[in-house]
């Protein structure tokens, strides 16, 4: 069983920048591919990045994409979601989601192949 626990989410202006950490318990996160989701109000989960189990690959959604970076700190069950150039359509709350990796640089896109979820942070972004 792994508890994911989010944090750094915000009142932020566009154009600002955001750091988003998850915090990992209960197993360590070193076999565990590892991604970020948001939902805004009314809308699906939507893919915003994941992260194989040891880096090696990173994946990105079309709406983040050149603006987001997505990282890990393995050693201290750590993930992160740098967020820069914020815009207002990125406002929803973000939420950590982890599965265990079954090939080598494993990523997902599917919140249907995540099998571990935090609650969630809000993010907000004022135009």
């Known amino acids: 069983q792994v508890m994911l626990v989010e944090s750094g989410g915000g009142l932020v202006q566009a154009g600002g920048s955001l750091r988003l950490s998850c915090a990992a318990s209960g197993r360590t996160l070193s076999s565990y591919v590892m991604g970020w989701f948001r939902q805004a109000p009314g809308k699906e989960r939507e893919f915003v990045s994941a992260i194989s189990e040891i880096g090696a690959r990173t994946d990105y959604g079309d709406s983040v994409k050149g603006r987001f970076t997505i990282s890990r700190d393995n050693a201290k069950n750590m993930v992160y979601l740098q967020m820069n150039s914020l815009k207002p359509e990125d406002t929803a709350v973000y939420y950590c989601?982890?599965?265990?990796?079954?090939?080598?640089?494993?990523?997902?896109?599917?919140?249907?192949?995540?099998?571990?979820w935090g609650q969630g942070t809000q993010v907000t972004v004022s135009s």
């Open positions: 989601a982890g599965a265990t990796a079954r090939v080598t640089d494993d990523v997902r896109r599917k919140p249907s192949q995540y099998d571990y």
